[in-house]
């Protein structure tokens, strides 16, 4: 049974090898002899998930792994369309939990998987020198009639040295033997072959990082978070005081954002309604954090405030005032957002705030059904992820130019003056929105700053393309640009050029 342990070892780690090697020459080929290194990590992403679907039987026979494995190769695409530092540490905590699934036997809740993520990555960058000390071991117990490494050295040795002074020998005797000897000479050094190196051990390492699962063998163990909290001061008087106190306070707050944001309230002398609205967005939004916190301490399962009607009607009152409070975070945003122009900042801003509300409303109904601390940290991060996969596809800074071009100032009379810089800034996002913008009819000298500005990204975008920058977006992108534009592509005249500070300077 030893034996044939041992047999299955060498069998499985034959493949594993075997399926690291090719993602290995794979890398090779695209990133250094084709010289690309951005579309082309969604192909790594693909090799790194078919190599653990074909050498890791365990995945293939857990459903939970495969559904992990399922979100890798999404992420993978999204690497392919669009690469982003987000869609990359998406794709490694999708394959990094396919590798470990197999050997858990329940799932748990985010703070497990974030220690088994964690040990696993650090494990793993030592993951070939440990596999090594393991394989030596087996070879050291293996039976003595087995032919090993050290019997067929002092086999060979005898051979081999009376052959090279024969041979040298006869190179000495017959010119055409030592021309022949003469041809066989060691290749120049090269010295892109280090770099090269180092860059297939790397390949090597992420592949074996997803071929060998690590995970630690003790978890630090979610905190209970049920039952009275033992702090000074808490009790369910003062909880209930507290609770009755914040609802009114936030009252007040939501009745004047609205009054105000509605403008069925002036404001007062000095105070714009952009300054109104960008003063306030962000610390309302920290308030409506530190009520959660508060709520998740003061109203935990199993505690005599969780379990009075009156302080459950007001900590479901208080948290529908949050969700208010959120959603008039939001509506300041967006009423700076038509004052300013939208930007990339602002939609993760508002996206954050959602993302908040989400979480608030998770609270609750914590408490309202008895749910664990676990199952909250996992709702969350469901709802987070979900957001996160939907960005991942979704070119932010395309939504910011295309909605700045269609609302500027120059345009429908309203909102922001349009804000040539930014757009530059955005680079091949404001590509499309900028060729919409000069099909309009633009005056002088904004329509020629325009044409220009289009121009440079277009002309950037097809470099960058040629440098080694491919992306299935990119293609995508130059494409419709040249479709659209036509002969707008041509160098413009003397004097247009993209903005370096505002268009009518």
């Given at each position: 049974?030893?034996?044939?342990?041992?047999?299955?070892?060498?069998?499985?780690?034959?493949?594993?090898l075997?399926?690291?090697?090719?993602?290995?020459?794979?890398?090779?080929?695209?990133?250094?002899?084709?010289s690309?290194?951005?579309?082309?990590?969604?192909?790594?992403?693909?090799?790194?998930?078919?190599?653990?679907?074909?050498?890791?039987?365990?995945?293939?026979?857990?459903?939970?792994?495969?559904?992990?494995?399922?979100?890798?190769?999404?992420?993978?695409?999204?690497?392919?369309?669009?690469?982003?530092?987000?869609?990359?540490?998406?794709?490694?905590?999708?394959?990094?939990?396919?590798?470990?699934?197999?050997?858990?036997?329940?799932?748990?809740?985010?703070?497990?998987?974030?220690?088994?993520?964690?040990?696993?990555?650090?494990?793993?960058?030592?993951?070939?020198?440990?596999?090594?000390?393991?394989?030596?071991?087996?070879?050291?117990?293996?039976?003595?009639?087995?032919?090993?490494?050290?019997?067929?050295?002092?086999?060979?040795?005898?051979?081999?040295?009376?052959?090279?002074?024969?041979?040298?020998?006869?190179?000495?005797?017959?010119p055409?033997?030592?021309?022949?000897?003469?041809?066989?000479?060691?290749?120049?050094?090269?010295?892109?072959?280090?770099?090269?190196?180092?860059?297939?051990?790397?390949?090597?390492?992420?592949?074996?990082?997803?071929?060998?699962?690590?995970?630690?063998?003790r978890?630090?163990?979610?905190?209970?978070?049920?039952?009275?909290?033992?702090?000074?001061?808490?009790?369910?008087?003062?909880?209930?005081?507290?609770?009755?106190?914040?609802?009114?306070?936030?009252?007040?707050?939501?009745?004047m954002?609205?009054?105000?944001?509605?403008?069925?309230?002036?404001?007062?002398?000095?105070?714009?309604?952009?300054?109104?609205?960008?003063?306030?967005?962000?610390?309302?939004?920290?308030?409506?954090?530190?009520?959660?916190l508060?709520?998740?301490?003061?109203?935990?399962?199993?505690?005599?405030?969780?379990?009075?009607?009156?302080?459950?009607?007001?900590v479901?009152?208080?948290?529908?005032?949050?969700v208010?409070?959120?959603?008039?975070?939001?509506?300041?945003?967006?009423?700076?957002?038509?004052?300013?122009?939208?930007?990339?900042?602002?939609i993760?801003?508002?996206?954050?705030?959602?993302?908040?509300?989400?979480?608030?409303?998770?609270?609750?109904?914590?408490?309202?059904?008895?749910?664990?601390?676990?199952?909250?940290?996992?709702?969350?991060l469901?709802?987070?992820?979900?957001?996160?996969?939907?960005?991942?596809?979704?070119?932010?800074?395309?939504?910011?130019?295309?909605?700045?071009?269609?609302?500027?100032?120059?345009?429908?009379?309203?909102?922001?003056?349009?804000?040539?810089?930014?757009?530059?800034?955005?680079?091949?996002?404001?590509?499309?929105?900028?060729?919409?913008?000069?099909?309009?009819?633009?005056?002088?000298?904004?329509?020629?700053?325009?044409?220009?500005?289009?121009?440079?990204?277009?002309?950037?975008?097809?470099?960058?393309?040629?440098?080694?920058?491919?992306?299935?977006?990119?293609?995508?992108?130059?494409?419709?640009?040249?479709?659209?534009?036509?002969?707008?592509?041509?160098?413009?005249?003397?004097?247009?050029?993209?903005?370096?500070?505002?268009?009518?300077?």
């Amino acid at each position: 049974m030893a034996l044939l342990g041992k047999t299955r070892w060498h069998g499985s780690l034959a493949l594993k090898l075997a399926m690291a090697a090719l993602v290995v020459m794979l890398g090779d080929l695209v990133f250094w002899q084709w010289s690309q290194a951005m579309g082309v990590q969604g192909l790594f992403g693909f090799a790194l998930v078919a190599a653990l679907f074909a050498a890791r039987p365990a995945v293939r026979q857990d459903k939970r792994a495969l559904i992990a494995l399922a979100f890798a190769a999404l992420y993978a695409a999204a690497q392919l369309w669009d690469p982003s530092p987000l869609a990359f540490a998406l794709f490694w905590i999708a394959i990094g939990t396919a590798t470990i699934l197999p050997g858990v036997a329940r799932f748990g809740d985010g703070w497990g998987w974030f220690q088994r993520l964690i040990v696993h990555g650090f494990k793993a960058l030592v993951g070939p020198l440990i596999d090594l000390n393991i394989l030596g071991k087996v070879r050291r117990k293996r039976p003595a009639g087995q032919t090993g490494l050290r019997r067929v050295i002092p086999l060979i040795a005898l051979p081999l040295a009376g052959g090279a002074v024969f041979v040298t020998l006869f190179a000495q005797a017959n010119p055409v033997i030592a021309e022949l000897l003469a041809r066989l000479s060691l290749p120049a050094f090269d010295w892109e072959l280090l770099p090269r190196l180092i860059l297939c051990g790397l390949f090597f390492v992420m592949a074996w990082v997803v071929l060998r699962a690590r995970p630690p063998r003790r978890l630090a163990a979610t905190l209970d978070a049920t039952g009275d909290v033992a702090l000074p001061g808490f009790s369910l008087g003062s909880i209930t005081l507290s609770l009755i106190l914040f609802n009114a306070l936030f009252a007040v707050q939501n009745l004047m954002d609205f009054a105000y944001l509605s403008s069925l309230i002036a404001l007062p002398p000095g105070i714009t309604l952009a300054d109104y609205a960008h003063r306030g967005a962000y610390p309302l939004v920290a308030t409506a954090l530190l009520a959660a916190l508060f709520v998740l301490v003061t109203s935990r399962p199993g505690s005599s405030t969780a379990a009075s009607p009156l302080v459950r009607r007001l900590v479901a009152g208080w948290i529908a005032q949050n969700v208010v409070l959120v959603l008039s975070a939001a509506w300041r945003t967006w009423d700076y957002v038509e004052a300013y122009s939208l930007t990339t900042l602002r939609i993760s801003a508002l996206l954050w705030m959602g993302l908040v509300a989400a979480g608030l409303i998770l609270v609750l109904v914590r408490m309202l059904q008895a749910k664990s601390l676990g199952w909250l940290i996992n709702a969350n991060l469901a709802s987070a992820g979900l957001l996160l996969t939907a960005v991942c596809f979704i070119d932010l800074g395309a939504v910011s130019a295309s909605w700045n071009v269609r609302h500027a100032r120059e345009i429908d009379g309203d909102g922001a003056q349009l804000d040539l810089c930014y757009l530059n800034e955005l680079g091949g996002s404001a590509l499309l929105p900028l060729i919409e913008l000069e099909g309009r009819n633009l005056a002088e000298p904004l329509k020629g700053h325009v044409r220009a500005t289009r121009h440079y990204l277009f002309e950037r975008l097809k470099h960058q393309r040629d440098d080694g920058g491919w992306t299935l977006l990119l293609d995508t992108r130059l494409a419709q640009a040249t479709r659209l534009s036509g002969s707008q592509s041509q160098t413009p005249p003397a004097g247009e050029r993209p903005c370096y500070g505002s268009y009518d300077d």
